[in-house]
């Protein structure tokens, strides 16, 4: 871990209810001070992102949308733009999960227009990279998430990633209770960083670069330990509050 601050992400997914998520809010927020040196966001689905909002009112507590469209307004029925989650309250957006690219079959250009129309409205965007086992197997993991990654470059150039977070999540790590291990994430962190760095150093240097896939609180510690991991993204384990402050508590 860099010497910046810490950001940890929960990504609900499409769970909950508002019963739920005020038990969730109430027991998070209770727990994470709001001097916390580790900055903390909430991804509630969309139906829910306005009681998000007004739940974490008075911490210190962020809130995110896991998914927007790239236009600004129009005939696109059941889709929500940047400026709405702005409107809402919410200052980061996920752009590219792994879900949405292959179960939404979102593409490089879907993914890098969303991020672009993100910073554009003044949201945070959090661009997920990673790769599929098969991608892992045959060696060309860092070729992937390079690739990726220069979508957007090519669609915004490096200074759109000056206020951004990466999070590298393996697709094969993502709800299979199977981790990177540090040094694998390690690894693909540092590549991640060198493409930015080669750019620009500043952005580079400052940039926070996340990892997902099953972090839990008993593997969050020595992820953290290494050099380029900056925070987590974290599904499942987000559900259950001990278990996401816990995994907070280990990025101070
Ligand atoms: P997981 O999900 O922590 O349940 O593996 C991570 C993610 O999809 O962001």
């Known amino acids: ?23 969730l809010i109430s027991a998070i927020s209770s ?14 689905p969309a139906p829910f992102l306005n009681q998000v909002v007004l739940g974490l ?14 236009a600004e307004f129009g005939a696109y029925t059941g889709e929500i733009s940047a400026s709405m989650l702005k409107d809402l309250g919410c200052t980061y957006v ?15 250009t879907d993914i890098a227009n969303k991020y672009i129309a993100a910073i554009n409205s003044g949201l945070t965007p959090v661009l997920c990279v990673g790769e599929s086992l098969q991608e892992r197997q045959n060696g060309t993991t860092e070729a992937v998430v390079k690739n990726q990654i220069q ?3 090519d669609a ?36 991640i960083r060198q493409q930015i760095s080669a750019l620009d150093p500043e952005i580079g240097e400052n940039i926070s670069v996340l990892y997902g896939g099953s972090v839990k609180a ?22 259950d509050a001990k278990a996401f402050v816990n995994i907070c508590s280990a990025a101070i």
Not at 62 to 69: D, E, P
Not at 94 to 108: K, Q, T, V
Not at 218 to 239: C, P, R, T, Y
Request: aromatic share 4%; glycine share 8%.
């Open 151 to 153: 979508a957007v470059l």
């Open 218 to 239: 008993d593997n969050a510690g020595e992820l953290f330990m290494q050099k380029d991991i900056d925070g987590a993204l974290v599904g499942g384990a987000s559900l």
């Open 57 to 70: 009112a008075d911490t210190s507590i962020s809130v995110g949308a896991q998914n927007m469209h790239a």
């Open 1 to 23: 871990m860099t010497m910046k601050k810490p950001l940890v992400i929960a990504n609900w997914k499409m769970h909950g209810n508002t019963r739920s998520n005020a038990q």
């Open 156 to 191: 915004g150039g490096v200074a759109s990633f000056a206020n951004a977070v990466i999070a590298y999540e393996p697709v094969w790590a993502i709800g299979t209770g199977e981790t990177a291990s540090p040094e694998q994430a390690q690894a693909v962190h540092a590549a």
């Open 31 to 44: 727990s994470i001070d709001t001097n916390s040196t580790c900055n903390v966001v909430l991804c509630p």
């Open 94 to 108: 996920l752009i590219g999960h792994s879900e949405r690219r292959s179960l939404f079959a979102e593409s490089d």
